[in-house]
């Protein structure tokens, strides 16, 4: 999958780059590929080993989790479709487009699946890795029948057709309008506060992949910065990257961004050349056990301007004073509001205009997902919560400074899973 930093740079790395250079690897046998390269990467070694995956029992408790919360905001049942969170409770990676597959998770009594009849047989390989997979209530529809009738049905069986069903974020109109109109007796709200409140709290297994992923990306990210060299392109850095994540035995990927285009928080498509003596900035991530993690490091080949060394270290002032500032009870808007403070303060202000963006985001299966780290969010911070910590400052038509690491909040502050970088010409000292 692409990510919304990515998708920006398809064009122009694919595209234009070919006009500026080769690949670096293009035409070589597998052989010759290793043998080609780079030493930094080469002595990179895999640490699949060390990334356990998720267990039914896990996901067991997820579900009773699930339950808790459903009985705290009123709910009788939870719909979940396709997506992150029907992997979350059920380990189910679904695709099914147009066609209705539904879970449906009641506050008591057991949950049902509503599935396409000629999908039965994969949904049953797949629902192995859920909870109830050897029980599972599984409801097929032809593709000439309803299947919200079934959805009805199955609350009408549990006793909550005129309940309060939480409806997932992500999930279509199309689909809920099908399930309101089928089930007029019920009320449609957000399950957000359910699925939501059992994906922002991670348990110590899932703050042990995350940080894995985070150590792998910054791995990476050395390697890849210690085989650069001037007239590489954004394609050529991106295959590096490819070939460091490979060696490291996880998929993963970055944006680059080269010079003027760096005042872009997520770049441009126009093919970039890397010079000595411009800003760099890498950024996103890698997938370990579905847990992500997104990781920016901005740097220089050779030597930086004083301007960029400043606004490096007000940027790392920043990035300093939001880890400072999160705990558990703190307003997610307060972080923002401590890292602002410091950028304004250095003169990169008032509000948006130099920090162009919010403070951070939730991270967890998504990259990008509750709770947001914004100015005005009264939401408070949990332990076990984990988001990123991207302060940034932009300068149009000069550069962009952002550093970004991921933050775990504990019992009683917060920590980052990798080293904050400590200069633009030593990134990785």
Not at 218 to 238: I, N, P, S
Not at 295 to 309: E, P, S, W, Y
Not at 368 to 389: D, F, M, Q
Request: hydrophobic letters at 40%; proline letters at 4%; a neutral charge.
């Amino acid at each position: 999958m692409i990510s919304r930093r990515r998708f920006l740079q398809v064009g122009g790395v694919t595209a234009g780059a070919a006009a500026v250079s080769q690949p670096l690897f293009a035409g070589k046998s597998a052989s010759a590929d290793e043998a080609s390269l780079p030493p930094s990467l080469a002595q990179l070694k895999s640490r699949k080993n060390e990334a356990v995956p998720i267990t039914k029992d896990e996901r067991r408790e997820r579900q009773e989790r699930a339950r808790k919360l459903m009985g705290e905001n009123t709910l009788d049942a939870i719909v979940i479709m396709e997506g992150t969170s029907l992997r979350y409770f059920t380990g189910m990676r679904w695709w099914g487009g147009e066609r209705t597959f539904a879970l449906v998770l009641p506050a008591k009594g057991a949950s049902f699946y509503v599935c396409p009849a000629f999908e039965e047989g994969r949904a049953r390989e797949q629902l192995a890795n859920a909870p109830d997979g050897e029980q599972a209530d599984v409801r097929v529809w032809q593709e000439d029948e309803s299947p919200y009738r079934l959805i009805a049905a199955g609350l009408k069986d549990r006793g909550i057709a005129g309940g309060k069903i939480g409806i997932e974020e992500t999930i279509r109109f199309v689909f809920s309008d099908g399930m309101a109109k089928a089930s007029p007796q019920a009320t449609f709200v957000s399950a957000t506060p359910v699925t939501a409140g059992c994906r922002m709290i991670k348990s110590a297994h899932e703050i042990a992949l995350m940080r894995l992923a985070s150590q792998v990306t910054l791995m990476v990210y050395e390697a890849v910065y210690r085989a650069l060299k001037e007239g590489m392109t954004q394609r050529d850095v991106g295959e590096l990257i490819e070939k460091a994540y490979g060696r490291m035995g996880f998929s993963g990927e970055a944006s680059v961004m080269v010079g003027e285009y760096t005042s872009s928080p997520h770049g441009s498509t126009t093919p970039q050349v890397i010079r000595e003596g411009t800003v760099i900035m890498v950024d996103d991530g890698c997938s370990v056990e579905g847990y992500q993690s997104d990781i920016t490091r901005t740097f220089v080949l050779g030597k930086a301007t004083d301007k960029m060394r400043q606004v490096f270290d007000i940027v790392r002032r920043a990035q300093s004073a939001a880890l400072a500032a999160a705990r558990p009870g703190t307003a997610c808007g307060s972080v923002d509001d401590a890292a602002r403070k410091v950028i304004t303060d250095a003169g990169y202000g008032p509000d948006y205009k130099y920090f162009a963006h919010r403070l951070g985001h939730g991270l967890g299966m998504d990259g990008h997902e509750w709770p947001y780290l914004v100015r005005g969010n009264p939401t408070k911070l949990l332990a076990n919560i984990t988001t990123s910590n991207e302060p940034g400052i932009y300068i149009r038509g000069e550069f962009g400074i952002r550093l970004e690491d991921d933050m775990h909040v504990t019992e009683d502050g917060a920590e980052l899973f990798t080293r904050q970088s400590p200069s633009l010409e030593e990134p990785f000292a």
